[in-house]
């Protein structure tokens, strides 16, 4: 913390902070270690590019000239080859001179390398290295940085004309770098700190160091390469077959037939015109489509399923593919996604040497709680990259690793994400793609944008300097306020870490979240008006205003509630904000703030005493909400039967209904329901509905617990009835998860379950204390 306090320091004596003065702090986290060299007289260099200058070059040329003009106040003529110069040079890329100087290169593609000779600097590398070179010079020896998108990149000043640097090599251990924040989409500031997309979230160009995948052909491709609209009318064996007949599958309802000749030669033709017109681009995705009907009956890919599995399948193929393009074009490489089914590793069959396996643990990951957690802590995790390790030492990962639905919400993951790092080089992860906030900042969104880029780029930097630093220079005059924010922030993670039960979540207590209020709030002060500054304090405090309104208001705090829901909807108009993150609109979000809130204040419904909760709304699919003159407010949910395994088709999520009830209190839990069936008796078991619990576990895909039983009653004439299903007692107030109602399985078609509304008694108010003896008792 030594350097932040300096710096802050800095802030509590002048008010403000010098961005140039903050670059030149001494070491910092990105500071090479080694021996320096001093070339002395800089501003009489020449920068020489080769004769045959690629893109790359001739562009990283101009931005050392561009930034060098800056720092030193001159321009440095630049020349080209084989013009001859007279004194000293700056070579970039693979000039004759570094040929001459016996500088031999790091052949690895995104490699540099710093060298001297004859009191020349030699800056050169792989087919990426150029840019990468220059950039290490201006960031990591000189001080320069682009914090965010939207401040401008700093460059400190040079009063001498003299440049230290550490000669060096290195190529980055992670060749795919890629991070879903909004700030990072941003073509100039993404090369800048070095991200190597795989995606079509950032167009980088090959001059800037990107474009060595084809974001045309980056994932889910099979409905792309075979669009059933093209081929199912003629070549219906390229389709899966199913129950006899052949299926024209599209990207969200099936995947194709993988052992197909057909099926390659298509393939390889579409992908060889797009690799001829897109010289550079090396990576392309022969990759499944994105939903989980994956089977295919016919004999030979049953052959294959038997043996491999799902994986087997899919990975052959693309091997199929990778080889025959490998023919033509020996450094092509073909990933393949290893999600949902195929997540499991084949026993028999490996990617070929052209095939790079892209992992995506959807079923264990995608979720705030494992989002939280080291990605090694999480067993199935462990396992399954563990086993895809012994085939392949060259593997993407898909990684959720950030709030993706929702409004945004303050999220620590620094530290989960930092202790992640060591584990997946271990386990062969040679790319990284980042699932965060899509088209959101996120809280604190643009830090992590930053951080993130820099570990990618070098995972053994500091996360704590690299955190410090940002913030230091970032925040300017609130750099004081905002450091304990995020202190606050990441204290909170250790404990849920340290203190983390399955299904539960992190949850900040009331005196965390006054004190982050109080926090942002000073932050503005201290930001006196600033456009540049108090922007970036009201983007994170409309984050934790989310959190705030993610909690259930009573009549008590429903004023308090209805405040901060102002506040919010002022800043959402003030920062031009309509869609929080993937698939969710601003509109979305703000009606269901406005429901929390009229629950709270016109909530009318009967309850069984003064201190029950009720609950009216549902989350629903499958199941259709309709007018109903025999329900409270007129209207309820209407769920088919014979379909009981659909069991999401009604639920109720924790979210709506857990910070209402008391930990460690006991509830009854009762349903109010009618039933709709034709004929009683020709229902054997005799159950209407099931009602049980699915808790998000973190370290695996879910965890059930007690199921309750509603039963059909042979007296009921059509109206609503009260069904007391059980006791419901909270042990973990942040679980995270839903109860869920299905239908009877034995209900037919045409029957159906009528839920008007769900009510949490406490125990000790309910009258019947020998029924409650004999319940069965669920825990969250």
Avoid at 729 to 750: E, W
């Amino acid at each position: 913390m030594k350097l932040l306090k300096q710096r802050l320091l800095a802030v509590l004596i002048f008010g403000t902070i010098s961005l140039t003065f903050c670059a030149n702090l001494g070491t910092t986290a990105l500071s090479p270690t080694g021996a320096t060299v001093t070339l002395e007289n800089i501003k009489e260099f020449s920068i020489l590019i080769p004769k045959q200058a690629t893109a790359q070059e001739k562009y990283s040329a101009t931005m050392l000239r561009d930034y060098f003009g800056k720092m030193y106040d001159t321009k440095l003529t630049l020349v080209q080859e084989p013009q001859v110069v007279k004194g000293k040079i700056i070579s970039v890329g693979n000039t004759a001179a570094a040929k001459k100087a016996k500088i031999k290169a790091d052949p690895r593609e995104q490699a540099y390398k710093l060298a001297v000779a004859a009191g020349n600097l030699y800056i050169m590398g792989g087919t990426r290295g150029p840019i990468y070179g220059v950039i290490a010079l201006l960031e990591e020896d000189l001080g320069c940085r682009w914090y965010a998108k939207d401040d401008a990149p700093v460059i400190p000043k040079h009063s001498k004309s003299s440049l230290t640097f550490v000669p060096r090599s290195y190529s980055p251990i992670f060749e795919i770098r890629e991070i879903l924040y909004t700030d990072a989409y941003d073509t100039q500031w993404a090369a800048f700190n070095r991200i190597q997309p795989l995606s079509y979230f950032t167009k980088m160009s090959q001059e800037t160091g990107g474009g060595l995948a084809n974001p045309a052909y980056f994932i889910h491709t099979y409905h792309r390469l075979i669009p059933a609209s093209e081929y199912f009318a003629t070549h219906p064996e390229y389709f899966p077959l199913r129950n006899g007949k052949r299926y024209p599958s599209e990207n969200f309802t099936g995947q194709l037939c993988y052992t197909s000749e057909g099926v390659v030669a298509v393939m390889v033709k579409k992908l060889d015109a797009a690799i001829a017109n897109n010289p550079g681009m090396r990576f392309y995705s022969v990759s499944e489509n994105d939903n989980t009907n994956d089977n295919c009956e016919c004999s030979p890919c049953q052959k294959i399923i038997k043996t491999d599995g799902i994986s087997g399948a899919k990975l052959q193929l693309a091997n199929r593919v990778a080889a025959k393009l490998a023919v033509k074009y020996p450094n092509i490489k073909i990933n393949t996604l290893a999600y949902n089914k195929s997540q499991t590793p084949p026993k028999n069959i490996k990617p070929g040497p052209n095939t790079v396996v892209f992992y995506a643990p959807i079923r264990q990951r995608m979720n705030r709680i494992s989002m939280l957690l080291p990605i090694g802590d999480i067993g199935k995790i462990k396992e399954e990259l563990a086993g895809w390790h012994k085939l392949s030492s060259r593997i993407y990962l898909w990684d959720y690793a950030d709030t993706l639905r929702g409004a945004p919400i303050p999220f620590p993951n620094f530290d989960a994400q930092d202790r992640g790092w060591d584990f997946l080089i271990k386990n062969g992860v040679t790319g990284i793609f980042m699932q965060a906030c899509f088209a959101g900042h996120g809280s604190l969104g643009e830090l992590k944008s930053w951080l993130y880029a820099k570990k990618l780029w070098n995972p053994k930097w500091s996360q704590n300097e690299l955190i410090e630093e940002f913030i230091a220079s970032y925040y300017g005059p609130a750099a004081v306020e905002m450091a304990e924010y995020v202190a606050l922030q990441r204290r909170a993670w250790a404990n849920f870490y340290a203190n983390r039960k399955p299904g539960t979540g992190l949850t900040f207590s009331d005196a965390e979240i006054k004190q982050m209020y109080k926090l942002l709030n000073t932050a503005m002060e201290h930001c006196n008006g600033r456009p540049e500054y108090t922007i970036k304090i009201e983007r994170e405090l409309l984050t934790l205003l989310s959190l705030s309104l993610s909690s259930n208001p009573s009549k008590d705090t429903a004023s308090d509630y209805s405040k901060k829901l102002k506040q919010a909807e002022a800043l959402i108009i003030k920062l031009k904000k309509t869609v929080f993150g993937e698939g969710t609109s601003v509109a979305q979000i703000l009606t269901i703030w406005h429901k929390k809130l009229k629950r709270a204040s016109e909530n009318n419904l009967p309850r069984y005493s003064k201190n029950s909760i009720t609950l009216k709304e549902f989350a629903y699919s499958g199941a259709r909400y309709l007018p109903d003159s025999g329900a409270s407010e007129g209207h309820a949910v209407r769920q088919l039967g014979g379909i009981g395994n659909k069991k999401w088709g009604v639920k109720f999520p924790y979210g709506d209904f857990m910070d209402r009830l008391k930990p460690g209190k006991v509830y009854i839990v009762r349903l109010r329901v009618k039933q709709a069936i034709k004929n009683v008796a020709s229902i054997e078991d005799g159950i209407l509905f099931t009602l049980g619990a699915y808790s998000i576990g973190g370290a695996s895909p879910g965890i059930y617990s007690t199921i309750f039983t509603g039963n059909i009653s042979a007296k009921d004439n059509g109206k609503y009835r009260w069904i007391e299903l059980g006791k419901l007692q909270v042990d973990n107030p942040g679980a995270v998860g839903t109860l869920y109602c299905f239908s009877g399985k034995d209900l037919a078609k045409g029957n159906a379950v009528w839920y008007d509304y769900i009510e949490f008694v406490p125990e000790e108010e309910y009258k019947s204390t020998k029924q409650t003896a004999s319940m069965l008792l669920m825990k969250l």
